[in-house]
């Protein structure tokens, strides 16, 4: 089995997921599954390629060689048990986001509690992130339409799933972030102080959101364009949550991209507008109420990110930020 480069000098953060699929025991399940259930033959060799990873998981390209070719899946290894993970991906999968479906998910293949592996299908086609930065402007639009679509697809049909989330109860964890910022000086000391009192001020009350299953980290790069098929990857973050958030999560998103690709947080206003209006087209309502409340967190939690989790830190992007989390609301 082959490990491939790890972008960023990583390797030490993904050695240990790696080692799991190097395992005697994955080897073994990874050789029935490619005879016994996807009918590829037994492996004649395997390559790694981290993809993402995180502290408690890392998502990797895994490409089987065997009699009938090179074929490959996405495999997720988890620091920690998450068999309900793979459950709500078939549950959403059954769902109507299938295969076949015109807005739909990666296929749940296989999980191995044995070794916390999750497998899925490898979806095929460009991200839209890529398409939105280096798209001409008829496939931008395409693009977010597209993301739009989606989205209020699942908004409407894909099962509650889980507990709801009480957005109030996190605002423990949004006044550490806070303090990060306002401990960077001015203005930010002043700027953050201020977004967050009017976050306080704006929070949804008890009682007025309309609650539905929410992606979690619904951004571009996690859309992707499969020919007529609009599939959405990576959902770890699953939950029952204001559709506001998905919402802004994504346009937020977009125009970090054009900040750090293009050089303008507005650069990408455009294709921003066309997902809200198919969002809300193929909805079955307005913008959400509370979309402006999660715009402006988001720029709260990327203004924090840019001091305290970017080597070397960008005040200038931090301080845009705060800036539009101040005009949201």
Known sequence: MMLGPVRGGKRATVSPFAAVLDQGEFRSE????????WHWGAPQAVRIQPLKWHRERCTCEITVKTETGCHGVIGKVYEVDQVGVFRTRE???QAG????AEFSIPQ???YLPSVRVLLEEK????????TLLSGIPHERRAAAERCGQWLARFHIAAPRLGNAVDIRREFSRFRQWTDQVTSFGQPFSD???RLFRELEAAAPAPGTVEYCAGHGSYIPEHVFLSG???TVIDLDEYDVADPGRDVAWFVVSLQRLALVHLGSFHALDGPAQHFLESYLSAGNGGVPPHYPFYRALECLHRARRDLYKRVPPVPEWAEIMLDEGLRAL
């Open 123 to 130: 979806v095929q086609g460009p991200s839209a992130k890529e």
């Open 91 to 93: 549950t959403v999968w």
């Open 97 to 100: 986001f299938g295969p076949e």
């Open 30 to 37: 990874l050789g029935r599954l490619c005879v016994s259930e």
């Open 228 to 230: 007529p098929r609009t």
């Open 108 to 110: 749940p293949l296989a």
């Open 191 to 193: 700027k953050g102080a």
